[in-house]
């Protein structure tokens, strides 16, 4: 049988696995990981494989698959990318995540073309050969490639792609590619004593499919004794200086140094046979001593409609801590249902918060209740910010309540209203492509929407360009609807400001008003432009707003 993949001559790879239990951390392992390496300087890229059938998580639920993470090229991601980014200076794309869906679309594809030959198309050799060339595309031009596999060791799903990485190994040989394993060592209180058998179960699934782990990362409340090392060692067949305590802390910025004083970039690095200098860790230590010693704080009520699930607004979330590092603040994340202000009192809910946040989501459940919010902050003075549909929001509540225009609405909510101030632009020009782009109500649902970055050139004298300091950006998108310029010559004579638009002047992207402490709704999405030593600007101003507002 004629091998398809070639041997590495300079990309190391780091494939992570995990077991027992989702939810490990492994995205986080890889970021801290990548974050060590890179401060070692060593070029780093990544690379998340999932198990799961949909092409990409486009079209998921948020209470199932929670955040979809958007690159600049406008791959909808599994959220992990995000901690890759933000751990790291990779920018990532199409490339760096792919899912059974798109794996097998590839396949059939192919045979449906005649590209076998006639030939019986099978798991093994051609969907694992598939896999090891879009596992390839990130060699040669970096140092270390760190592959995460979704799900958890034993998912039959997941089968393919723990066979892939087998076989990577034995193509490309020990030196170029390790296997860490992420796993769990319970602390049982009751009998106030760890559980290694957890580990082994996971360790002997693992070499059941062909794979010994050079490195465990074991999850665990406390740290590892020396005894409880020796002793996961000898079950699971790894050197006890390889049995890495992945203690839980109370900011996932602590990682990258927890592992640092573990030794697990040093082990990385010998096994892989590359030498470097001593890690430059000041800038994370910096960064973990302010989030720990703030001066002041600040509670930013967030109005979702999957506060349930809050991985559903995990960059969000990391973005607002952005902020209140760039402001040396402890910022105090309050959820508040969308649902719940349809019914309750907004005063009462949203009593004692400092800054009101509405972020994206699609449908309209919640929506009217985001509107309530969305009032309260224009008219009780407290700083707001709207990304997305909370952008839009904003300009539905400003037309209805200050223009009286009161059956304003999104098409996405209401086809019938005759001022429809966001609606659904059929024909865009996409500059990344070259191509105008067209859609319609019959589009299909998956990758149908503006995504990725576009442009967007901010006005003077605003929040906006007070925030970014300069004239223009790219910012990432991920929305169907649009503010819809018909309505804008009223909207802007009554007191809206557009503070930001395309280069062309055609596309709406921020809009603000005056005589307020801060109050800026943007389409696009700029906590995927965050990062915890580069805070984004508007989440740096907003959160210097609110603390404004906290002192009053």
């Known amino acids: 049988m004629k091998k398809e993949i070639r041997p590495t001559n300079k990309t190391k790879f780091i494939f992570i696995t995990g077991g027992v239990l989702s939810s490990l951390g492994k995205g986080l392992a890889a970021a801290a990981i990548g974050a060590l390496l890179e401060s070692r300087g060593l070029s780093i890229t990544f690379q998340k494989l999932d198990p799961y059938i949909n092409v990409d998580p486009g079209t998921m639920n948020p209470f199932q698959h929670g955040e979809v993470y958007v690159t600049d090229d406008g791959a909808e991601t599994d959220l992990d990318l995000g901690h890759y980014e933000r751990y790291t200076s990779a920018v990532l794309g199409q490339k760096n995540n792919y899912t059974s869906g798109r794996i097998y679309h590839t396949v059939i594809t192919k045979e449906r073309r005649g590209e076998y030959l006639g030939g019986t198309?099978?798991?093994?050799?051609?969907?694992?050969?598939?896999?090891?060339?879009?596992?390839?595309?990130?060699?040669?031009?970096?140092d270390v490639a760190?592959?995460?596999?979704?799900?958890?060791?034993?998912?039959?799903?997941?089968?393919?792609?723990?066979?892939?990485i087998r076989q990577f190994r034995l193509d490309v040989g020990k030196e170029n590619s390790i296997f860490i394993h992420v796993t769990w060592v319970p602390f049982i209180k009751t009998a106030c004593e760890f559980k290694t058998k957890p580990t082994q179960h996971s360790v002997k699934e693992l070499l059941a499919i062909g794979?010994?782990?050079?490195?465990?990362?074991?999850?665990?409340?406390?740290?590892?004794?020396?005894?409880?090392?020796?002793?996961?060692?000898?079950?699971?067949?790894?050197?006890?200086?390889?049995?890495?305590?992945?203690?839980?802390?109370?900011?996932?910025?602590?990682?990258?140094?927890?592992?640092?004083?573990?030794?697990?970039?040093?082990?990385?690095?010998?096994?892989?046979?590359?030498w470097t200098g001593s890690p430059k860790l000041e800038a994370w230590q910096e960064l973990v001593y302010r989030i720990q010693h703030p001066t002041s704080k600040v509670i930013i009520a967030i109005i979702g409609k999957y506060v349930d699930?809050?991985?559903?607004?995990?960059?969000?979330?990391?973005?607002?801590?952005?902020?209140?590092?760039?402001?040396?603040?402890?910022?105090?994340l309050r959820y508040v249902s969308a649902e719940d202000l349809e019914n309750q009192d907004a005063e009462t809910l949203?009593?004692?918060?400092?800054?009101?946040?509405?972020?994206?989501?699609?449908?309209?459940?919640g929506v009217e209740g985001k509107v309530r919010a969305i009032n309260y902050a224009r008219e009780k003075k407290v700083p707001f910010f709207g990304i997305?549909?909370?952008?839009?929001?904003?300009v539905v509540e400003y037309a209805r309540n200050v223009l009286g225009w009161k059956d304003a609405d999104s098409n996405e909510f209401s086809l019938e209203t005759a001022h429809p101030v966001i609606y659904l632009m059929k024909e865009w020009f996409d500059y990344r492509t070259n191509k105008l782009q067209v859609r319609d109500e019959t589009s299909e649902m998956g990758g149908t929407l503006r995504l990725g970055a576009y442009p967007c050139r901010m006005i003077k004298d605003t929040f906006a360009w007070e925030a970014y300091g300069k004239e223009e950006a790219l910012e990432r998108h991920r929305h169907r609807y649009e503010f819809n310029p018909k309505f804008r010559e009223e909207l802007e004579a009554k007191g809206l400001v557009i503070s930001g638009v395309s280069p062309d002047n055609t596309l709406v992207e921020i809009v603000e008003i005056k005589d307020h402490p801060w109050y800026l709704g943007c389409q696009f999405h700029p906590e995927f432009k965050s990062r915890p030593m580069a805070p984004h600007p508007l989440f740096r101003e907003f959160i210097k707003a609110a603390l404004g507002h906290s002192s009053k």
Do not use: W
Not at 121 to 142: C, F, R, S, W
């Open 121 to 142: 198309v099978q798991v093994i050799p051609h969907v694992t050969d598939e896999i090891k060339k879009a596992i390839l595309q990130l060699d040669g031009d970096y």
């Open 146 to 164: 760190i592959i995460e596999i979704g799900g958890t060791i034993g998912d039959i799903e997941g089968l393919p792609f723990i066979e892939a």
């Open 211 to 274: 794979i010994q782990p050079d490195i465990l990362l074991c999850r665990t409340e406390k740290q590892l004794t020396r005894e409880l090392k020796e002793k996961i060692s000898l079950f699971c067949n790894v050197p006890t200086d390889a049995v890495i305590t992945a203690q839980d802390v109370k900011s996932i910025y602590e990682v990258p140094l927890c592992f640092n004083r573990e030794g697990l970039d040093d082990k990385i690095l010998k096994l892989l046979n590359v």
């Open 309 to 332: 699930l809050t991985e559903s607004y995990k960059s969000l979330h990391e973005a607002l801590v952005h902020g209140g590092v760039a402001n040396d603040a402890h910022v105090e």
């Open 350 to 365: 949203l009593a004692g918060c400092h800054g009101i946040l509405v972020p994206g989501g699609f449908g309209q459940r």
């Open 388 to 394: 997305c549909l909370g952008m839009q929001l904003a």
